[in-house]
C-alpha cells in the first residue's frame, strides 16, 4: 500500500497509533532524511516548494494537502524502492514544514520582517530557523531529551513525548512541532536556503 503523505499521514500516526508506533514512525522519517543525499533532498524540497507555491494554493487546507501529496507522490514515483520510500517520507516533513511556515511567523512577525529588511526571503527564512532550533532546545533541555549519544529510536521516542506534551499546551500541533524538530536534527541544524 502507498504510504500517507503530509499532514494526513502525521494525523493518522498520531491519532490511530500508540506511542512506539509513532516514533517509530519518526525513526524513519529521521532515518530517510539522513540517508538521502544533500542535492537529492535540495532538489525535492525545492520543487514541493515551487509546487506549493505555484499550483497548490487553495483556501481550503484540505485541498492544498491534497495538491501536495500528489505532487510528492509523482516527484518520487520515478525512483527505485528504497530510494522511492526515503523520497516520500523526506516529502512528509518538507511539505509539513512548509504548511507550518505561518505557524511558527506569523504574519504580523513577517509584515514587521518585510518592512525593516532589503530581502525579505531571507529574514524569514533566518526567523522560522531561529524559531526552529529554540524548539530544538526546548527539546534539549525537556525531560524527554535522551541525551546527545542517544541513538534514534531513543531520540524518536523523546521527539514524540515532548512534541505530544508541547501540543497539548500552546497552539502548535503534534505534526508541526516534529516535523520542524526532525528536519533541525537530521540537518544538523544547517539553515534552508532563503526561498
Not at 505561518?102 to 512577525?109: A, E, G, I, Q, T
Not at 524527554?144 to 500541533?173: E, H, K, N
Request: proline fraction near 5%; include cysteine; glycine fraction near 6%.
Amino acid at each position: 500500500m502507498r504510504a500517507a503523505l503530509v499532514v494526513l499521514a502525521l494525523c493518522g500516526v498520531v491519532h490511530a497509533e500508540p506511542p512506539p508506533a509513532r516514533a517509530a514512525y519518526i525513526a524513519e522519517l529521521l532515518e530517510a532524511l539522513r540517508g538521502m543525499d544533500r542535492t537529492s533532498l535540495a532538489n525535492t524540497r525545492k520543487y514541493i516548494q515551487v509546487v506549493e507555491r505555484n499550483k497548490c494554493q487553495a483556501p481550503e487546507m484540505t485541498l492544498r494537502v491534497g495538491c501536495l501529496l500528489e505532487a510528492a507522490g509523482q516527484n518520487c514515483k520515478q525512483l527505485p524502492g528504497d530510494a522511492r520510500e526515503r523520497c516520500r517520507r523526506a516529502s512528509d516533513v518538507i511539505a509539513t514544514n512548509l504548511l507550518a511556515e505561518r505557524v511558527f511567523v506569523p504574519d504580523d512577525v513577517r509584515y514587521q520582517l518585510v518592512t525593516r529588511q532589503r530581502d525579505a526571503r531571507s529574514a524569514i527564512a533566518r526567523e522560522l530557523h531561529r524559531r526552529r532550533a529554540a524548539l530544538v532546545a526546548e527539546l534539549a533541555m525537556s525531560e524527554f531529551f535522551p541525551g546527545p549519544r542517544a541513538g534514534t529510536a531513543a531520540l524518536a521516542t523523546g521527539i514524540d513525548g515532548f512534541c505530544t506534551d508541547v501540543a497539548g499546551t500552546r497552539d502548535l500541533s503534534w505534526q508541526y512541532c516534529v516535523a520542524a524538530i526532525v528536519w533541525f536534527v537530521a540537518s544538523d541544524g544547517a539553515p534552508e536556503e532563503a526561498r
